[in-house]
């Protein structure tokens, strides 16, 4: 499976109704989407933009023959290339890395995705510890009934994204309380995103989108 999850700052959050709908369109008309999801985010989002696009593919072939549909090239690239409209993109494509979940089956939840650029200089052991360490919240975190921590193939925005950290709830309260909140949060994992802390390796830009999740993508 491939994934391309993409955050629009648009310009003019006025549009925002009618390009969701174009672009949920596309999706759907697209033989190859195999799974999507397009909403607005929500408040608490943080330089998330004002649309989250979940893309899934089977494999890498089929995303590049979802681009090149001549319906895609007419109706949706005009449309994320236009400055008038859509003004920053963030986004990444990857695989799929190490995911659990307690409920595959939820709807009418919340997606959270975050994009994380690791420092250049951060050594692969300390990057695998980085990693271990948000990979156990879990454990602490009943509340969050899904997650996924993927190594980014390509990316385009703000920074060379190296991580996609993606999570599902079933209530806002249980990410912007239970998550960010959490003593293991704030205490153990935000040390790698300090800038006081000597352990920090990730860049102090990054993307956190928060959107509405009619069903799961990671179940």
Known sequence: MIKWTQLLHLADRHRSDEIRRRLDAASRA???????LCEPTLEGSWNGGD???????????ARQACVEQAQWRREVEPLLSDRAVVSRIDSAIYTPGRTGTRHAGLADGLYRVAFFAVEP???????????????DM??????????????????????????????????????????TM?????????????????ERIVDLTLCHGICRLPHSVLG
């Open 30 to 36: 697209s033989p190859m989407v195999s799974r999507f």
């Open 51 to 61: 649309l989250v696009w979940h893309l899934q593919f089977a494999d890498a072939p």
């Open 121 to 135: 200089w951060a050594t692969r052991e300390v990057t695998g510890q980085y990693e271990q360490d948000l990979l």
């Open 138 to 179: 879990p454990v602490h975190l009943e509340r969050m009934l899904g997650w996924s921590l993927s190594g980014v193939a390509d990316s385009r925005g703000e920074r060379a994204w190296t991580h996609v950290w993606e999570q599902e709830f079933a209530t806002l309260d249980a990410l912007l309380v239970d998550y």
């Open 182 to 198: 959490h003593p293991v949060h704030w205490g153990h994992v935000d040390r790698w995103f300090d800038p006081e802390c000597p």
